[in-house]
């Protein structure tokens, strides 16, 4: 039974990366929910398989957790989960941020943050779409804060919350702030108030938008998020659903 005490927070200086000590750690006994954070990541990884350039003055954290299925039914129900719990964070801050499906959070149209979910698999199994017991997920949040993000090589912009913000923010203040939201978002919500808060944050809806999938490439307009959390395109072959994928932006 998923447990809700105060999590354990493992603070590193230098990591690979927080995702893998999350799972190094829970391979050697100890017991989620535990946060790792860690002030800079020499190999952060972002979705599919993209590197996530982690220097100093940024937040880099993964929240280690069972799953508890009476809460959230779907992994990637706990990836919206962290991005609203990013853009509640930055309203703190007074800083507006939107989500674009399905997890970055965007200020004024660049990339600040973006969240990694990864489930341990077991055997031959390849993804879970749906949480199970026994199955730990890995919630991985990184958000710029004051770190340089000049030089990130992505092919859209990105910015950080020192650009947005008139007082220069401190990042431990703002990670320590992060670590408490997403923990009642994690612990205290449920999927279908997140799914639902989730849609009124979503920047795509109703926009223009390429989502590449694999090898696949759909192009259309953003018409809705679904019960599945896929997003629909309204194509010009029809309706098209996809569940996974990332918007292409430029
Ligand atoms: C993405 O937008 O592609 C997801 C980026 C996720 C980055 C975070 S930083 C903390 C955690 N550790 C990692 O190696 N990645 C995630």
Same mark, same amino acid.
């Given at each position: 039974m998923p447990h809700q005490k105060e999590p354990r927070i493992f603070y590193r200086?230098? /990591?690979?990366?927080t995702q893998d000590e999350a799972f190094r750690l829970f391979d050697s006994g100890e017991v989620p929910p535990f946060f790792v954070v860690s002030d800079v990541q020499t190999s952060g990884r972002g979705r599919y398989h993209h590197s996530w350039v982690s220097g100093r003055g940024g937040v880099w954290l993964t929240l280690l957790l069972e799953p508890d299925r009476k809460k959230f039914r779907n992994v990637w129900a706990y990836g919206f989960a962290a991005s609203l719990s990013v853009v509640e964070l930055l309203s703190e801050f007074k800083v507006q941020a939107s989500i674009s499906w399905p997890n970055d959070v965007l200020v004024n149209g660049s990339k600040i943050s973006g969240v990694l979910t990864e489930a341990r698999l077991y055997g031959n199994e390849k993804a879970i779409e749906e949480t199970k017991p026994g199955h730990p997920l890995a919630l991985g949040v990184g958000l710029n804060v004051t770190n340089d993000v000049s030089g990130v090589p992505a092919p859209y912009p990105v910015t950080n919350m020192l650009e947005n913000t008139e007082s220069r923010p401190d990042f431990r203040f703002v990670r320590k702030r992060l670590i408490e939201i997403l923990f009642i978002r994690a612990f205290k919500g449920e999927q279908d108030l997140t799914v639902k808060e989730y849609r009124t944050k /979503?920047?795509?809806?109703?926009r223009a938008v390429t989502v590449r999938s694999g090898n696949c490439m759909i192009s259309g307009k953003a018409e809705d998020i679904d019960s599945d959390g896929a997003l629909i395109i309204r194509t010009e072959k029809g309706l098209e659903k996809m569940f996974t994928g990332e918007i292409v932006r430029k």
């Open positions: 200086k230098e /990591l690979d990366s /979503l920047h795509t809806l109703g």
